[in-house]
């Protein structure tokens, strides 16, 4: 029984794209769970569009490039397609909600051919984007971006530099080091406040360049990174006030402390250095450094 009803949703989805300019003012359009969608075809003969949903239809695999020009779209969501492996250009200047999480395929996060600032947050949940395009500064409103258990994401100066940028949520993701020219520029700092860069495996080498980005922080979540040493520039970051360390077990010594750091959590920091921990106990007011 189950398996007539999918047919049959099917065959409506054909007869649909097949005669849908005689839906020309439909506003939502929704196909959450065909499992017998492969294809998006051309959807130019819906212009009205606001919503267009294909949630955890998980075996689509190709989008036609139309979709990207549906002007009056508000809400695009593909959560959840996790055969897709490309999405097609984006000029979409209403869009205010983009939902593209556990696409787990997905490689590339798409082009973004025009201004975009009604958006204000972005989700990337358990997908195989590899690093943000330039373009991603068409999010021009952009004030929090969440990218979690990814596979390898860039973080570069470019982002970080985005104008409305307050808060970086980036966790279970390896974090690459930047370019070289981008090493060259990391004097310029940010407007990110709150940075979450937790079980990123962050090296010696990188963790550095994004401190001298942020050096307006003021919230800092470090758990479960192998960096050995907290550099001394981290000092620089003036507005921080909290900062956890918690599960960094290669973590051996700190060599600077912010001057208004209020709150640190050192917890299982099992490598840490006993003039460190001093340090600590010396210039934070309230600190949990135990094993």
Same mark, same amino acid.
């Given at each position: ?19 849908m300019q ?9 196909l ?69 999480s ?11 051919l ?8 972005i989700?990337?949940y358990?997908?195989s ?54 090493k060259?520029?990391? #004097? ?32 800092l ?32 010594? #700190? ?33 949990f450094?135990?094993?």
């Amino acid at each position: 029984m189950r398996v007539y009803c999918l047919i049959l949703i099917y065959l409506f989805v054909c007869f649909f794209f097949v005669f849908m300019q005689k839906f020309e003012n439909m506003k939502i359009f929704t196909l959450d769970h065909c499992q017998y969608l492969t294809h998006i075809p051309n959807v130019s003969g819906l212009p009205n569009l606001e919503k267009f949903s294909f949630e955890k239809c998980h075996n689509l695999i190709t989008i036609d490039n139309s979709l990207g020009h549906l002007h009056k779209l508000k809400i695009l969501n593909a959560k959840g397609c996790n055969k897709l492996e490309s999405f097609p250009p984006l000029g979409l200047a209403s869009l205010r909600d983009l939902e593209l999480s556990e696409c787990k395929s997905l490689k590339n996060f798409p082009e973004l051919l025009c201004k975009m600032r009604n958006i204000e947050y972005i989700r990337l949940y358990e997908t195989s984007i590899g690093e943000l395009p330039l373009s991603f500064q068409n999010l021009s409103e952009l004030y929090f971006l969440t990218i979690y258990q990814g596979g390898m994401c860039r973080i570069s100066s470019d982002i970080f530099m985005m104008p409305k940028l307050s808060m970086i949520s980036a966790k279970g993701c390896r974090i690459l080091l930047p370019k070289q020219n981008e090493k060259k520029n990391s #004097i310029v700092s940010s407007n990110v406040e709150h940075l979450d860069l937790q079980n990123n495996n962050l090296s010696d080498e990188c963790f550095p360049i994004v401190l001298k980005w942020c050096v307006n922080v003021t919230y800092l979540n470090l758990w479960n990174n192998n960096f050995k040493i907290l550099p001394e520039c981290l000092s620089e970051c003036h507005l921080l006030r909290m900062l956890y360390l918690d599960d960094c077990k290669s973590l051996e010594e #700190i060599k600077g402390i912010p001057p208004n750091l209020n709150y640190l959590s050192a917890v299982k920091c099992e490598s840490l250095s006993s003039s460190s921990r001093r340090m600590i106990l010396s210039q934070v007011c309230c600190c949990f450094i135990l094993h």
